[in-house]
């Protein structure tokens, strides 16, 4: 779970300290371009997200639930 | 193979964008797009004005003369008007022959690669000896000024490119591909015979708080993003089988210039050696159907193209559309 969080926070220029699984992302600066980076992060880990999937997510654990 | 282009004067920098969008830094634009600014074009300047500036470059640089071009393919999606064809105006304004032909074609980003299979039709078929192929769009006259998704991204431009026999000899066999099951995803809803141009259209703010109406551009960055990594790598493979040639003797990769992390992502995905994948918009953003041949310019003029080298282009975008081939510069 640290290791995805890791990963996450890194891909949207975050500071892993406290982020979690609820943490929401409105309150990180979720925007175009962080969907844009979880779809790629996903596809490294042989994953596919669609456009309607990634602006559904609400918090990290939706990240972490589709990217891994 | 001889290109010219050509830019409007007016920039719009990231310095000017992050003013207009709180949370997006000039680092943070430059960062993700790959763009520090991006020529605009000004109110009463056109694609088609655009477009007679890159022929004319053409000619005066290479010496080509208007009076020896016998088809003119300009590929826009922002003409001067619904009819008549635009390229009937570049026709007469640049003073090539009455007895050319000339068409309009509307294609974005896989617009280019399209054209160079148009022009090479027309004169494999002996049907023209002299194609003035033209690119030429203002995507920015259709973007809402907050709609940062968009309008970080797409600059202003014009290409143009002759093509001869000789020229039809250094290109290979093409790939395309097209999904219109995906035409929302990049799309200016008003306007065309679908629906007309509404003067009052409400602002519709989406999720990420930018900021347009349906006459402006609409683009789902996701699913763009998901199509050009789901087709680039079945078009890489197919276009080399059809040219009988593996990846790892193509010279240099010339992708339509999306976003520095579209083209990053690429690259890393398909294990393209970095030398070898182009990547140079940083100064003029998307220009759409101009971004492969304006990058191919600015190759040639850097030195990282030349003669000789086996290079792949391949354009993909709007419609969806996509199209690949292998030239031999």
Redo the contacts between chains.
């Keep these: 779970m640290n290791e995805m969080i890791e990963k996450i926070a890194d891909v949207l220029?975050q500071d892993a300290t406290g982020l979690t699984a609820e943490t929401r992302l409105d309150e990180i600066?979720?925007?175009?371009?962080g969907?844009?980076?979880v779809?790629?992060l996903a596809?490294?880990n042989g994953r596919?997200?669609?456009?309607a999937q990634?602006?559904g997510f609400e918090t990290v654990g939706d990240i972490i639930n589709s990217a891994f | 193979m001889k290109i010219a282009y050509s830019l409007p004067d007016a920039i719009l920098g990231n310095a000017e964008l992050a003013l207009l969008y709180p949370g997006w830094t000039e680092e943070k634009i430059l960062a993700k797009t790959g763009i520090v600014e991006r020529h605009v074009a000004g109110e009463s300047e056109t694609a088609t004005d655009l477009a007679i500036r890159a022929a004319s470059k053409l000619f005066e640089e290479y010496c080509v003369d208007p009076k020896a071009i016998d088809f003119v393919l300009l590929c826009t999606q922002s003409p001067d008007y619904k009819l008549p064809s635009s390229a009937c105006i570049i026709q007469d304004k640049l003073g090539i022959p009455t007895s050319a032909g000339a068409l309009d074609y509307n294609l974005g980003c896989s617009g280019f690669v399209y054209g160079l299979s148009l022009a090479k039709g027309l004169i494999s078929g002996d049907i023209a000896k002299s194609v003035l192929l033209l690119t030429a769009e203002t995507y920015t006259k259709y973007i809402h000024p907050m709609d940062k998704s968009v309008r970080t991204i797409f600059g202003d431009g014009a290409a143009a490119t002759f093509v001869d026999a000789e020229v039809c000899r250094s290109i290979g066999n093409f790939v395309f591909g097209t999904d219109g099951s995906g035409a929302t995803k990049l799309i200016v809803k008003t306007g065309g015979a679908r629906a007309p141009f509404d003067i009052g259209a409400p602002e519709e703010e989406d999720a990420s708080g930018n900021r347009r109406t349906k006459n402006n551009i609409s683009m789902s960055g996701p699913d763009i993003f998901n199509f050009t990594l789901d087709i680039v790598p079945k078009t890489m493979d197919e276009v080399c089988a059809r040219n009988c040639i593996s990846r790892d003797d193509i010279d240099l990769f010339i992708f339509h210039q999306a976003n520095r992390f579209m083209l990053d992502t690429i690259r890393k995905v398909n294990a393209i050696p970095r030398e070898k994948f182009y990547v140079d918009l940083e100064d003029v953003g998307n220009t759409v159907s101009s971004s492969i041949p304006i990058a191919m310019a600015r190759a040639e003029a850097r030195g990282v193209l030349k003669k000789g080298m086996k290079v792949m282009l391949m354009g993909f975008g709007v419609g969806l559309s996509w199209s690949a081939t292998i030239i031999n510069f």
């Excluded at chain 1, 600066?29 to 371009?33: E, H, N, T, V």
């Excluded at chain 1, 596919?48 to 456009?51: D, E, P, S």
């Design positions: 220029d600066g979720w925007d175009s371009m969907m844009l980076s779809i790629a596809k490294t596919t997200i669609t456009g990634v602006r």
